[in-house]
């Protein structure tokens, strides 16, 4: 099996590590083996699946609010249909 991301997270640091532990364990079981040195634990705010995750909330990143400020503007049908695409 072959997974890119996951997150675990954990109301306070002891309920963290229960997380970890319990999805350590199943990685065990299922014979899911992690690649550690892509691995970070203990992050106060995460990029997952495009976007930035912390205790606040789910926040657009920088690469895409700058995409969507430097997007040329569109001068006719063709040139809106290309973005929407």
Known sequence: MFMDDARITGSDEISHFTSLKEFFKKCIVHRIRLNLNKSKFFQNEVNFLGHRIDSK?????????????????????????EILR
Request: hydrophobic share 40%; glycine share 8%.
């Open 57 to 81: 909330g789910l926040h657009e990143t920088e690469e895409k609010i700058s995409a969507v400020v430097n997007a040329v503007v569109p001068r006719n049908f063709h040139g809106v249909k």
